[in-house]
């Protein structure tokens, strides 16, 4: 039996783990029954190519999922995945025509639409989920409690970073200088934390529920509870979007399965994409107990909620966001979010 020892090396070992499944990843799908499974029935015509970045994130379940279950086949696509370490190179191998599409948060999309990239927004994915955790016997109850305290979280810029400042601080009456702000890989946010390093902990999935099954911690905050907002997105090229439309809407519909899948049966969908977030079998808590890997793969599932759907509401709050990247510095102007969006497909689902 494989474990991962949770101990002060843990996330170390994370980090090992998700490079190995990178390595394991590299663009070809697992054979295995499932996958031919969904894979009968499929048309015998030659399948349409696509090209789709991916991150090993909770985010992109949907994609990893649609791979794994064979949906992407089925719906008639030869898809090739790739595996990027940041959602910033990803969105530039889109720009730069190395890819076709990808889930990414919908920042990424207005900030490159700012500098003139032929992008669209084609549907929806995930509504943000981001968990404040703070150690158990903390004291530490609440987020204003945070004022003066020390927190880790990921890279200035980011989505994370920009609901942290526009949303989550102002919620709790604190200015981002009265937090000292630690910024680091979700891994590391949560070793940080770990080691007494950071007070808290601003991280997303699967690395909360990794740390909250393993770990003596406690979330004090959730910002997909509080100010649900349509955090990732479906993201494609221009090219793709005016030239081969039916592999665009080929790809949602697939990944339309993927996100049924995961909302209405989280245990079945964390068979499949077990092995692209941790490779052992078991995590060993402090006390020597284990807890088996898919059990958190579908806690991390159920915690957040998946949708294909940009509903008008979700809109809205994208627009607000983009007031937050205009005050944050990140946008030289506020856009109007409308003109990043093509939603034929999801109007197609509606009529």
Known sequence: MRN??????????????????????????????????????AQETQKQKLRLGYLNVMDDAQTILAHRAGFYEKHGLDVEM??????????????????????????????WLDKGADLKIVG???????????????????????????????????????VLNGVVWKQAGLAREEVTMQYVSPAVAIQSLASKKVDGAFVFEPYASIAKMTYPVKEIYEIGQQWPFPCMVVIASGDIVKNNQTAVYDMLDAQKEAIDMLESDPEAAAKFITDDFITEDTLTKLDGSTVPAEAVIQASIESQQFNWEITEQDIARMDEVASFMVEQGILTAKPDVTTALDLSWQEQQQE
């Open 4 to 41: 991962i020892r949770w101990r002060k090396p843990l996330f170390a070992s994370i980090v090992l783990v998700l490079a190995l499944t990178t390595a394991a990843c590299g663009g070809q799908p697992q054979g295995n029954g499932a996958e031919q499974g969904a894979s009968e029935g």
């Open 124 to 162: 929806g994915a995930q509504m943000g989920y981001h968990s404040m955790l703070v150690e158990q016997d903390s004291g530490i109850t609440s987020v204003e409690q945070l004022k003066g305290k020390s927190v880790a979280s990921q890279s200035q810029g980011s989505t994370a970073d920009i």
């Open 82 to 111: 790739q595996l990027f370490s940041s959602g910033t190179d990803l969105i530039k191998a889109i720009v730069g025509g190395q890819l076709d599409a990808g889930v990414l948060g919908f920042s990424n999309a207005l900030s």
